[in-house]
């Protein structure tokens, strides 16, 4: 009996989280922008530095780690990247990340979905009628975009509205 409420608690959760996302067709996807760059460029740089520095116009602090794999995690005030699984190549370098975070931290950046331009300090209305769901661990709330293993999450204050981080993950 014990296990059978404890399976209908985990169905009836991850029903309740699956509906309050906001699903993206793949056209949708495809015509996201992070700062006038669209998601799978940013994706497709693999990891690279120079790229990365063209396309947010800034000059990134790096970190790289080898542990539980290869990662290197990209910062500026504005924007943080984390690419990770990184691979080596024939000179023994490591290259070939897969995006899996980018973080926007201020009003500086912004992000284009579904034909609206956003950024942190913008009221999260203006996204118009979205499903949202409570973050009990930060007391926000969160609008989620999602496509696969892919999500953009855009955080807002609840008394507010007013959005406060803006969030791509990918759950490899």
């Known amino acids: 009996m014990k296990n059978f409420i404890a399976i209908l608690t985990i169905i009836v959760f991850s029903t309740s989280c699956i509906s309050q996302t906001n699903d993206l067709s793949v056209l949708q996807y495809q015509n ?11 994706i497709d740089t693999r990891g690279s530095l120079t790229q990365l520095n063209q396309y947010f116009n800034e000059s990134f602090n790096h970190s790289t780690y080898n542990e539980p794999s290869y990662t290197v995690i990209y910062n500026t005030i504005s924007v943080e990247l984390t690419f990770k699984d990184g691979e080596r190549d024939s000179n023994n370098l490591i290259s070939d ?3 899996t975070n980018l973080k926007l ?11 609206i331009a ?3 300090g913008d009221n999260i209305n203006i996204l118009g009628a979205v499903n949202s769901m409570n973050d009990p661990s930060t007391r926000q709330k969160k609008v989620v975009f999602r496509i696969g293993s892919e999500v ?7 008394n507010t509205n007013v959005i406060t981080l803006i969030e791509y993950e990918y759950f490899n």
């Open 32 to 42: 996201i922008k992070f700062d006038g760059n669209l998601i799978t460029d940013i």
């Open 97 to 99: 990340y897969q995006l």
């Open 105 to 115: 931290k201020d009003s500086s950046k912004s992000l284009f979905i579904n034909g």
């Open 118 to 120: 956003l950024s942190v």
């Open 152 to 158: 953009i999450r855009i955080s807002f204050n609840r």
